[in-house]
């Protein structure tokens, strides 16, 4: 497939690198954020989250680490979004936070979302440029960018034709072909083709659906069955989907609409996203089409649908308050119909069950799964994938966005399509990608991470902090305050307290904290770290850390070795110093 490339519009030169660096999106589903650099230029392409895994408790979103880009932050020109999914924008903000992005281009329902996140986030930033298909943008002098139309479960999504002075690459980011979209937009694969016979050195595709066989079916195709359930229904309708599947919604909408019922929406990226669509006109409903929360009671069971937030179980989201019965507005009642028209994201597969669990008990009709076609993927399948890189015929192939045996498998299919198996590029994150005059090779790498977000702080995942988290959701926790004097002896009775340990039923709590604090005087009054009071030396020091690491030897003995239970400890050292307030020596 190796063959001359035409008609590039950056001049190819020889001794020129370009260097593709994936910070997230590699090895996992999420936080897309890519790092095209060449000479003193450096383009962006998407910057997105990820959710957390299920041992990240409390936290949020998570991030890509942007060391690399905090230390060449004077190179970058612009941002270039490809669509206005999460995992590719939702790290925008943060990224603002941080670093100082001259110009943003992207489509326009993605700008839209972007400019409503930098409006919450009270960020005064006006440089975006709206791009449509088959539009060219120049990035410095090292970039030329094609926008062209593909299909995916958002409306507006975009592959990329990049030039540059050492080779074209063709980047699909997240697209499916489908023959039908709802919008009657089609994938630009007259362009695609176009590309791959002027030319392409490298590929780097989508391989969300790699293990899937054949092709991913059109949008169009849940249309039946929520006909069917909406006209149906005879209480009231739950249908919950990524807010996000902007398509998906709108062919909701209109199936409302046709039935003649009224449409309420729950959960506050629901409710944004609508009216995003709606002004930017993408979706079209009269004003009283909509019913207002508070007023949704008042609307007959069987002329209502709920459209929610909470598809992959979120605890906080629409529909988990609902199933607990704590939303303020809305109560499942019994013969109620729920719509899960959204798949499990990896990972988050025991709190849909969870969810789908407590709606049937509290007497829901749950429409779920794969008996149903009510959901479909906005990813390629193989055949898919196949056709893209026939159409493109590249030189060197780099699977992207998905877990490290997804983009094994589409490096397979690629081998089937005829790439030199030797061409195929399997990069981690961090992975600097290097190409010169056309040849691609993975040369070296640079430093990459996660950042977590917990609660709107922002900062590094902490490996100790998350132990810490998974102990205490475990196993509990116990504190131990006790106050000593100068001398390390003990001034008043310790107080402790236990969270969340579980006791055996022969046990009493009472029983068992006597046991902790039994222990922890055992370990204060063993201890060698104390001054001697009876030794006449004026060098003697309370060694207030050494004295509590021989207390929790002493606490964790007893909990450990004869009580096979492993809290998260906490020993506090306070001294007595005569005044109304005990200093605190070691916490």
Not at 8 to 34: C, F
Not at 211 to 226: F, N, W
Request: aromatic residues 6%; hydrophobic residues 40%; proline residues 4%.
């Amino acid at each position: 497939m190796n063959k001359e490339i035409k008609n590039t519009k950056i001049p190819l030169d020889k001794d020129k690198k370009l260097k593709i660096i994936s910070l997230g999106g590699m090895y996992e589903i999420g936080k897309n954020t890519w790092v095209y650099e060449c000479e003193n230029d450096i383009m962006l392409i998407d910057a997105g989250l990820a959710f957390p895994s299920v041992g990240m408790i409390g936290v949020d979103i998570v991030l890509p680490k942007l060391n690399y880009l905090l230390d060449n932050r004077d190179k970058i020109k612009a941002l270039v979004v490809t669509h206005g999914h999460e995992d590719h924008i939702g790290g925008i903000i943060p990224l603002f936070r941080e670093i100082d992005i001259p110009i943003i281009y992207g489509p326009n329902l993605a700008m839209g979302l972007l400019k409503g996140k930098f409006q919450e986030a009270k960020i005064a930033f006006s440089n975006i440029q709206l791009t449509k298909d088959r539009t060219t943008i120049e990035v410095g002098s090292s970039f030329s960018v094609t926008y062209l139309r593909n299909n995916h479960s958002i409306a507006d999504s975009f592959s990329l034709i990049i030039d540059t002075p050492a080779g074209r690459v063709f980047h699909t980011a997240d697209f499916k072909i489908d023959h039908s979209p709802i919008d009657n937009l089609y994938f630009d694969v007259a362009s695609i083709a176009r590309a791959g016979e002027d030319g392409v050195n490298l590929l780097i595709s989508d391989s969300t659906n790699a293990e899937k066989p054949g092709y991913t079916p059109s949008e169009k195709v849940v249309t039946p069955k929520l006909k069917e359930i909406i006209n149906n229904a005879k209480r009231r309708t739950y249908i919950t989907t990524f807010a996000s599947q902007v398509l998906r919604i709108k062919i909701i909408i209109e199936l409302v609409l046709k039935a003649g019922k009224k449409l309420a929406l729950f959960g506050r990226s629901m409710i944004n996203l609508a009216s995003i669509s709606k002004d930017l006109g993408y979706m079209n409903f009269p004003e009283d089409f909509v019913v207002r929360q508070e007023d949704a009671h008042k609307i007959p069971p069987e002329d209502l649908v709920v459209l929610c937030t909470g598809s992959q179980g979120e605890q906080f989201a629409a529909l988990s308050r609902i199933a607990r019965n704590e939303h303020k507005y809305m109560k499942i009642q019994p013969g109620d119909v729920v719509v899960m028209s959204a798949s499990p994201i990896p990972g988050n597969e025991k709190s849909v069950n969870n969810l789908v669990n407590s709606l049937f008990k509290r007497g829901a009709e749950v429409v779920y799964g794969l008996g149903h076609v009510i959901h479909v993927s906005g990813h390629a399948s193989q055949e898919e994938q196949k056709m893209m890189i026939n159409l493109v015929q590249p030189e060197y192939f780099m699977p992207c966005h998905g877990e490290y045996r997804m983009l094994v498998k589409h490096g397979q299919t690629a081998v089937q399509c005829g790439i030199d198996p030797d061409k195929i590029l399997i990069a981690d994150n961090g992975d600097v990608m290097q190409m010169q005059d056309g040849k691609c090779e993975i040369l070296d790498r640079v430093e990459a991470g996660i950042i977590m977000v917990d609660n709107a702080n922002v900062g590094e995942l902490d490996s100790a902090i998350m132990l810490e988290r998974r102990m205490i959701a475990s196993e509990g926790a116990l504190m131990i305050v006790m106050t000593i004097n100068a001398y390390g002896e003990l001034m008043d009775h310790p107080k402790v307290y236990a969270k969340g340990i579980v006791l055996s039923p022969q046990e009493t709590k009472d029983k068992f904290l006597e046991k902790v604090i039994a222990s922890a005087k055992r370990g204060l009054e063993t201890s060698a770290h104390k001054p001697n009071s009876n030794s006449k030396k004026k060098d003697q020091k309370l060694e207030s850390e050494k004295i509590k690491i021989d207390i929790r030897s002493e606490i964790h003995d007893l909990l450990d070795r004869k009580m096979n239970r492993h809290p998260l400890l906490e020993v506090i050292l306070m001294e007595y110093t005569g005044k109304p307030v005990a200093e605190v020596l070691s916490a």
